[in-house]
Protein backbone atom coordinates (compact mmCIF):
# COMPACT_ATOMS: atom_id res chain seq x y z
CA UNK A 1 0.00 0.00 0.00
CA UNK A 2 1.69 3.51 -0.87
CA UNK A 3 1.41 5.19 2.07
CA UNK A 4 4.78 6.85 1.54
CA UNK A 5 6.24 8.55 -1.71
CA UNK A 6 8.50 11.02 -3.63
CA UNK A 7 8.12 14.31 -5.62
CA UNK A 8 11.72 15.20 -5.82
CA UNK A 9 10.29 18.14 -8.99
CA UNK A 10 10.00 21.48 -7.99
CA UNK A 11 6.81 23.09 -9.57
CA UNK A 12 8.32 24.91 -12.44
CA UNK A 13 9.81 21.52 -13.34
CA UNK A 14 6.48 20.19 -12.91
CA UNK A 15 5.22 22.70 -15.38
CA UNK A 16 7.66 22.25 -17.93
CA UNK A 17 7.51 18.49 -18.02
CA UNK A 18 3.84 17.99 -18.33
CA UNK A 19 3.14 21.68 -20.30
CA UNK A 20 0.70 22.59 -17.40
CA UNK A 21 0.15 25.77 -15.42
CA UNK A 22 0.30 26.60 -11.90
CA UNK A 23 -0.47 29.37 -10.11
CA UNK A 24 0.96 28.88 -6.39
CA UNK A 25 4.36 29.18 -5.01
CA UNK A 26 3.33 26.93 -1.88
CA UNK A 27 6.62 24.91 -0.72
CA UNK A 28 5.75 20.95 -0.19
CA UNK A 29 8.64 18.14 1.13
CA UNK A 30 9.66 15.44 -1.33
CA UNK A 31 8.45 13.39 1.00
CA UNK A 32 4.81 12.60 0.92
CA UNK A 33 3.14 11.31 3.93
CA UNK A 34 -0.65 11.13 4.53
CA UNK A 35 -2.67 14.07 4.95
CA UNK A 36 0.14 16.32 3.56
CA UNK A 37 0.30 18.62 0.29
CA UNK A 38 1.54 17.82 -2.85
CA UNK A 39 0.82 18.86 -6.56
CA UNK A 40 -1.46 16.80 -9.01
CA UNK A 41 -2.29 18.31 -12.09
CA UNK A 42 -6.49 17.90 -12.80
CA UNK A 43 -8.14 19.37 -16.18
CA UNK A 44 -9.61 22.72 -15.83
CA UNK A 45 -11.22 24.34 -19.00
CA UNK A 46 -9.44 22.35 -20.97
CA UNK A 47 -6.02 23.45 -19.41
CA UNK A 48 -3.67 21.00 -16.95
CA UNK A 49 -3.62 22.66 -14.17
CA UNK A 50 -0.91 22.08 -11.05
CA UNK A 51 -2.35 22.24 -7.54
CA UNK A 52 -1.71 20.98 -3.89
CA UNK A 53 -3.86 18.86 -2.62
CA UNK A 54 -3.69 16.76 0.60
CA UNK A 55 -2.54 13.04 0.33
CA UNK A 56 -5.07 10.95 1.63
CA UNK A 57 -8.76 11.89 -0.01
CA UNK A 58 -11.65 13.42 2.24
CA UNK A 59 -14.90 12.09 0.70
CA UNK A 60 -17.08 15.05 0.37
CA UNK A 61 -19.49 13.07 2.47
CA UNK A 62 -17.64 12.66 5.83
CA UNK A 63 -18.19 14.15 9.03
CA UNK A 64 -14.50 14.18 9.71
CA UNK A 65 -11.53 15.48 8.44
CA UNK A 66 -9.67 12.45 8.98
CA UNK A 67 -12.80 8.86 8.10
CA UNK A 68 -11.96 5.97 10.45
CA UNK A 69 -10.79 4.11 6.83
CA UNK A 70 -7.43 4.44 5.27
CA UNK A 71 -8.22 6.65 2.25
CA UNK A 72 -4.53 7.35 0.51
CA UNK A 73 -4.87 4.62 -2.07
CA UNK A 74 -7.79 3.48 -4.40
CA UNK A 75 -7.86 -0.31 -5.56
CA UNK A 76 -9.22 -0.65 -9.06
CA UNK A 77 -11.00 -3.69 -7.50
CA UNK A 78 -10.68 -5.81 -4.42
CA UNK A 79 -12.25 -8.84 -2.63
CA UNK A 80 -15.46 -8.28 -0.60
CA UNK A 81 -15.37 -8.50 3.36
CA UNK A 82 -11.79 -9.73 2.71
CA UNK A 83 -12.81 -12.87 0.88
CA UNK A 84 -9.85 -14.45 -1.28
CA UNK A 85 -12.69 -14.86 -4.33
CA UNK A 86 -11.49 -13.72 -7.02
CA UNK A 87 -14.90 -13.53 -8.70
CA UNK A 88 -16.74 -11.88 -5.86
CA UNK A 89 -14.83 -8.29 -6.38
CA UNK A 90 -15.74 -4.51 -5.09
CA UNK A 91 -15.31 -2.35 -7.75
CA UNK A 92 -13.69 1.13 -7.66
CA UNK A 93 -16.80 2.77 -9.28
CA UNK A 94 -19.11 0.69 -6.95
CA UNK A 95 -17.23 1.47 -3.64
CA UNK A 96 -18.93 4.98 -1.84
CA UNK A 97 -15.41 6.62 -1.11
CA UNK A 98 -14.28 6.86 -4.60
CA UNK A 99 -17.51 6.12 -6.61
CA UNK A 100 -18.44 10.25 -7.62
CA UNK A 101 -14.39 11.31 -7.26
CA UNK A 102 -13.69 8.29 -10.15
CA UNK A 103 -16.47 9.33 -12.33
CA UNK A 104 -15.83 12.86 -12.71
CA UNK A 105 -12.79 14.13 -10.71
CA UNK A 106 -9.96 12.56 -11.79
CA UNK A 107 -5.90 13.79 -11.43
CA UNK A 108 -2.53 12.60 -12.08
CA UNK A 109 -0.08 12.43 -8.92
CA UNK A 110 3.44 13.04 -9.68
CA UNK A 111 6.12 10.66 -8.16
CA UNK A 112 9.55 9.82 -8.53
CA UNK A 113 9.58 7.06 -6.55
CA UNK A 114 6.81 5.27 -4.06
CA UNK A 115 8.16 3.92 -0.69
CA UNK A 116 6.44 -0.24 0.25
CA UNK A 117 7.05 -2.79 3.46
CA UNK A 118 8.41 -5.87 2.23
CA UNK A 119 7.60 -8.68 4.24
CA UNK A 120 7.86 -11.41 1.92
CA UNK A 121 10.28 -11.88 -1.32
CA UNK A 122 13.87 -11.35 -1.84
CA UNK A 123 13.92 -8.24 -0.07
CA UNK A 124 11.31 -9.58 3.43
CA UNK A 125 11.60 -7.40 6.33
CA UNK A 126 12.81 -3.86 4.74
CA UNK A 127 11.41 -0.60 3.50
CA UNK A 128 12.44 -0.71 -0.05
CA UNK A 129 12.03 2.49 -2.48
CA UNK A 130 10.95 1.65 -5.82
CA UNK A 131 11.53 3.81 -9.15
CA UNK A 132 11.96 3.58 -12.83
CA UNK A 133 15.72 3.32 -14.50
CA UNK A 134 15.20 3.52 -17.86
CA UNK A 135 11.84 6.01 -18.85
CA UNK A 136 13.41 9.29 -20.90
CA UNK A 137 13.04 12.20 -18.92
CA UNK A 138 14.87 16.10 -19.14
CA UNK A 139 15.73 15.92 -15.35
CA UNK A 140 19.26 13.95 -14.78
CA UNK A 141 18.62 12.61 -11.00
CA UNK A 142 14.76 11.13 -11.21
CA UNK A 143 12.52 10.10 -13.46
CA UNK A 144 9.08 11.79 -13.36
CA UNK A 145 5.88 8.73 -13.62
CA UNK A 146 2.31 10.21 -13.65
CA UNK A 147 0.00 8.01 -11.48
CA UNK A 148 -3.73 7.70 -11.79
CA UNK A 149 -5.43 9.36 -8.74
CA UNK A 150 -8.71 10.74 -7.79
CA UNK A 151 -10.00 14.01 -5.93
CA UNK A 152 -12.41 15.20 -3.41
CA UNK A 153 -13.46 18.04 -1.96
CA UNK A 154 -14.66 18.41 1.94
CA UNK A 155 -15.81 21.43 3.10
CA UNK A 156 -15.95 21.68 6.99
CA UNK A 157 -18.55 21.70 9.06
CA UNK A 158 -17.77 23.46 11.88
CA UNK A 159 -15.22 26.41 10.07
CA UNK A 160 -16.01 25.87 6.57
CA UNK A 161 -13.07 25.68 5.63
CA UNK A 162 -12.65 24.00 2.46
CA UNK A 163 -9.55 20.94 1.59
CA UNK A 164 -9.32 19.39 -1.63
CA UNK A 165 -7.37 16.13 -1.11
CA UNK A 166 -6.59 12.53 -3.35
CA UNK A 167 -5.81 9.11 -3.22
CA UNK A 168 -3.66 6.97 -5.97
CA UNK A 169 -5.23 4.42 -7.43
CA UNK A 170 -3.31 0.92 -7.10
CA UNK A 171 -3.81 -2.54 -8.50
CA UNK A 172 -2.23 -6.15 -8.46
CA UNK A 173 1.65 -5.41 -9.02
CA UNK A 174 3.68 -6.76 -12.05
CA UNK A 175 5.89 -9.40 -11.51
CA UNK A 176 9.21 -7.57 -10.46
CA UNK A 177 7.62 -5.76 -7.67
CA UNK A 178 5.52 -8.72 -6.44
CA UNK A 179 9.22 -10.65 -6.63
CA UNK A 180 10.21 -7.70 -4.40
CA UNK A 181 7.64 -8.62 -1.70
CA UNK A 182 5.01 -6.12 -2.08
CA UNK A 183 1.40 -6.63 -3.13
CA UNK A 184 0.12 -3.75 -5.18
CA UNK A 185 1.42 -0.86 -6.79
CA UNK A 186 0.01 2.60 -8.22
CA UNK A 187 -1.24 2.83 -11.87
CA UNK A 188 1.29 4.51 -13.84
CA UNK A 189 0.13 5.93 -17.06
CA UNK A 190 2.56 7.71 -20.07
CA UNK A 191 1.73 10.96 -21.51
CA UNK A 192 -0.93 10.05 -23.94
CA UNK A 193 -2.87 8.15 -21.87
CA UNK A 194 -2.53 10.18 -19.00
CA UNK A 195 -4.47 12.93 -21.30
CA UNK A 196 -7.02 10.85 -21.83
CA UNK A 197 -7.36 9.96 -18.07
CA UNK A 198 -7.93 13.39 -17.14
CA UNK A 199 -10.62 14.24 -19.51
CA UNK A 200 -13.27 12.37 -17.84
CA UNK A 201 -16.26 13.33 -20.27
CA UNK A 202 -14.79 10.86 -22.84
CA UNK A 203 -14.58 7.51 -20.25
CA UNK A 204 -17.25 6.67 -17.87
CA UNK A 205 -16.46 4.45 -15.24
CA UNK A 206 -16.80 1.01 -16.40
CA UNK A 207 -14.90 2.41 -18.95
CA UNK A 208 -12.27 4.47 -17.23
CA UNK A 209 -11.85 0.81 -14.83
CA UNK A 210 -11.28 -1.01 -18.21
CA UNK A 211 -8.82 1.70 -19.47
CA UNK A 212 -6.93 1.46 -16.45
CA UNK A 213 -6.52 -2.07 -16.41
CA UNK A 214 -5.24 -2.15 -19.87
CA UNK A 215 -3.28 0.95 -19.72
CA UNK A 216 -0.75 1.12 -17.72
CA UNK A 217 2.78 1.93 -18.36
CA UNK A 218 5.57 -0.45 -18.84
CA UNK A 219 8.01 0.42 -16.25
CA UNK A 220 11.21 -1.20 -15.61
CA UNK A 221 12.23 -0.61 -12.04
CA UNK A 222 14.82 0.42 -9.78
CA UNK A 223 14.83 -0.71 -5.86
CA UNK A 224 16.84 0.66 -2.76
CA UNK A 225 16.44 -0.35 0.90
CA UNK A 226 15.68 2.57 3.06
CA UNK A 227 15.69 0.78 6.20
CA UNK A 228 14.94 -2.29 7.91
CA UNK A 229 11.51 -2.88 9.15
CA UNK A 230 10.54 -2.54 12.46
CA UNK A 231 9.14 -6.30 14.26
CA UNK A 232 9.92 -8.24 11.61
CA UNK A 233 11.38 -11.46 12.22
CA UNK A 234 12.84 -13.42 9.86
CA UNK A 235 10.15 -16.41 11.34
CA UNK A 236 7.73 -14.49 10.21
CA UNK A 237 8.34 -15.91 6.24
CA UNK A 238 7.43 -19.46 7.44
CA UNK A 239 4.83 -18.49 9.98
Not at 119 to 125: E, L, N
Not at 169 to 182: C, L, S
Request: hydrophobic share 40%.
Amino acid sequence: MCSQYECKFTLNELAALTNALTNTKVSFSAQVFPHTPAPVLIQENNQKIIKLMNYSLIPAWSKTAKPRFVTYNARLDRPLNNETNQTNLEMIYDAPAWRTPFRQQRCLVPISGFIESCRTGSHAGNIVNFSAKSISCDLEQATLLLAAGIWDQWVDPVTSEIIQSFAIITDNPVQFIQEVGHDRQPVFLNQQNAELWLNHQQLNSKDAYAFLKSAQQNIEYDVTIQRQLKGFHQDDLFS
